[in-house]
């Protein structure tokens, strides 16, 4: 793939690492994006890393009214070497394959992808920040941009790539969260489109985290879109309990997101030799085990907070203290070695990280 370059000639004002950890997540972008065309027949074509600016498309382009429309996210570090790398950017690729497979939006090149990614990385290079726990959050995403009002897919599609310096997810840091467990509304469904980074997905999920929020918790926790019984995922985090030494993450069904940080996690906790299941867990079986002093941790695993610990679930009127609402010592180990491994300060054991330069 032949990628032009148009560099801009108005380069915004970089914040300074400090700044970057205090701005909320994904609210300032770099200098540059990257935007790949497709149309039936061609392919995708006209690869270009052009000036970070608005988008010029038709009002009747059918992602703004049906929804066709995934995306991805993955992160790339400045190491103390001054090297930048990317954290397993082919598994991104391919999951957003699958995501568009699900949404019938044309495949990609994988591995194209990772190296036109790479590249812009590159140009943008200046905005990687290096201060612990800072990175450079990489949006690709794909919308299907024919102009008609008919629900069949497009012919036509705009991949962007689009990328963000951040701090810290939560300003607490590795603070515990608090989680609202949902009762009302679902997430996803047998059959449905739950494993797809699509857009609709957190749309309808909006109004559960709003209402969430207004009772004082961060995020929510989903369950089953059937029985509303078996634990599937938070928010935009894939979840683990560790109950009785044994570590436990809901077993991927179709409508869990298969998320990179959750698979590394279970890739890393094998390594240790640590007990870890993925299987079918109910909420019932949580509290009780709970109730019996069983669940010495709970966290999120994903790609924006790489490790939250979870302190306080709430579940109708059950409301689950963990961990003295400290962070547990599965939870910090992990993020240790994660972002260790990411960030290239522990040995990439498991060939994960991509260099960029
Ligand atoms: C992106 C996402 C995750 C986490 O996936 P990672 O690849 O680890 O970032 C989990 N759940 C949902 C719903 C997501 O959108």
């Given at each position: 793939m032949e990628i032009r370059i148009e560099r801009t000639k108005q380069p915004k004002k970089r914040p300074t690492d400090q700044e970057i950890g205090s701005i909320v997540f994904g609210t300032r972008f770099t200098d540059h994006m990257l935007q790949v065309d497709y149309l039936k027949g061609k392919g995708w074509h006209n690869a270009r890393i052009v000036p970070y600016g608005p988008l010029s498309i038709d009002p009747a382009s059918c992602c703004l009214h049906y929804g066709q429309l995934i995306f991805e996210g993955m992160k790339a570090y400045k190491t103390s070497d001054g090297s930048v790398v990317m954290f397993r950017p082919d598994q991104n690729m391919a999951r957003m394959n699958k995501s568009c497979e699900r949404m019938c939006i044309p495949q990609i090149d994988e591995a194209e992808?990772?190296?036109?990614?790479?590249?812009?990385?590159?140009?943008?290079?200046?905005?990687?920040?290096?201060?612990?726990?800072?990175?450079?959050?990489?949006?690709?995403?794909?919308?299907?941009?024919?102009?008609?009002?008919?629900?069949?897919?497009?012919?036509?599609?705009?991949?962007?790539?689009?990328?963000?310096?951040?701090?810290?997810?939560?300003?607490?840091?590795?603070?515990?969260?608090?989680?609202?467990?949902?009762?009302?509304?679902?997430?996803?469904?047998?059959?449905?489109?739950?494993?797809?980074?699509?857009?609709?997905?957190?749309?309808?999920?909006?109004?559960?985290?709003v209402e969430a929020e207004k009772e004082g918790y961060s995020q929510v926790l989903w369950l089953d879109g059937l029985e509303g019984r078996y634990i599937e995922e938070v928010g935009a985090m894939n979840v683990f309990f560790v109950i009785d030494g044994t570590v436990v993450t809901p077993e991927l069904n179709g409508s869990i997101l298969p998320g990179i940080t959750r698979k590394s996690v279970i890739e890393v906790l094998k390594g240790w030799n640590m007990p870890v299941e993925e299987r079918r867990i109910s909420i019932d079986e949580l509290a009780q085990a709970h109730k019996d002093g069983r669940v010495g941790e709970a966290f999120g695993a994903g790609t924006a907070a790489v490790i939250s610990p979870i302190g306080e679930l709430k579940w109708g009127d059950t409301v689950m203290h963990i961990s003295g609402g400290k962070i547990g010592a599965v939870s910090q180990r992990l993020y240790d070695e994660i972002t260790g491994i990411q960030t290239c300060t522990r040995e990439d054991r498991f060939g994960w990280v991509y260099k960029v330069k």
């Open positions: 992808m990772v190296r036109a990614i790479a590249k812009l990385v590159e140009v943008d290079e200046e905005w990687i920040p290096s201060l612990p726990a800072t990175s450079l959050y990489i949006r690709p995403f794909i919308m299907a941009d024919e102009a008609f009002l008919g629900v069949h897919p497009s012919d036509s599609y705009l991949l962007n790539v689009i990328l963000s310096p951040v701090g810290a997810y939560y300003k607490e840091g590795l603070a515990p969260v608090r989680i609202y467990v949902e009762k009302n509304y679902v997430r996803a469904v047998r059959g449905g489109t739950g494993f797809a980074k699509c857009a609709g997905n957190y749309a309808s999920a909006l109004k559960s985290q």
